[in-house]
């Protein structure tokens, strides 16, 4: 079992949905949790960053944790044909190898006008 | 624009080459980070350097090593290429170690390698 499983997509809804983007985890000791975007051919940016459990609102974006569950999602609310990119969860631990980024494989978006 | 640079965009080489891939962090940041990205295992990550040292490893070949220079700029040589080296290569600055502090790291463009 791989420490990060992500859904691949690809992921096509209409303009002004609500996206649901999700990925599990393995490693009990991930304590900081990452979406990032990556636009086709570039790098990828930091969209939303949680610490431990809990709900963060940023905008259009929700990004959730839940540790008991192993499980973190990301909800994009209202979406445009500009969030269409690939999505990718990353989480690590505190300190040591444990501070290390571990990605899961991305979800590709695709918002249709 | 995240403020970190990656030369060169794209290389072609051959089976057996090496090459340099050389990245500049953002101003003020201290450490350095090289990922790989593959259709097949996603974004991966090989090696950390902080302030000219080597910090942490992940999934980095014997074949590839990399090392950060006094003015914080950081390159990752590629040796005895493969076909399967074939990837995205990412590199990314934080301003920190790591560890239990939030510390974002920004990513750059990248360099796509395609080895013939």
């Known amino acids: 079992q791989k420490e990060v499983e992500q859904d691949p997509g690809p992921l096509s809804v209409p303009e002004g949905a609500i996206v649901s983007l999700n990925c599990t985890y393995s490693?009990?000791?991930?304590?900081?949790f990452m979406w990032y975007r990556q636009y086709s051919r570039k790098g990828p940016e930091l969209l939303m960053y949680t610490y431990s459990s809990g709900n963060k609102e940023d905008g259009r974006f929700t990004a959730q944790v839940d540790k008991s569950s192993k499980y973190i999602s990301l909800f994009i609310r209202d979406s445009q044909p500009s969030d269409s990119a690939t999505y990718l969860c990353a989480m690590r631990g505190y300190g040591g190898s444990q501070g290390n980024l571990i990605f899961g494989k991305g979800t590709k978006l695709s918002v249709k006008p | 624009d995240s403020g970190v640079t990656q030369t060169p965009k794209h290389l072609i080489t051959a089976t057996g080459q090496r090459v340099t891939l050389r990245c500049s962090p953002r101003?003020?940041?201290?450490?350095v980070y090289w990922y790989q990205q593959s259709l097949d295992q996603g974004l991966q990550f090989l090696i950390q350097?902080?302030?000219?040292?080597?910090?942490a490893k992940g999934n980095i070949l014997e074949r590839f090593s990399a090392q950060q220079f006094p003015d914080l700029h950081s390159e990752l040589n590629l040796s005895s290429l493969e076909l399967g080296d074939s990837a995205l290569y990412f590199c990314?600055?934080?301003?920190?170690?790591?560890?239990?502090?939030?510390?974002?790291?920004?990513f750059g463009p990248g360099t796509r390698l395609t080895v013939l």
């Open positions: 490693n009990s000791a991930f304590q900081y």
């Open positions: 990314a600055s934080s301003p920190l170690i790591g560890g239990g502090s939030y510390n974002e790291q920004f």
């Open positions: 350097y902080y302030n000219g040292e080597e910090r």
């Open positions: 101003s003020g940041d201290l450490s």
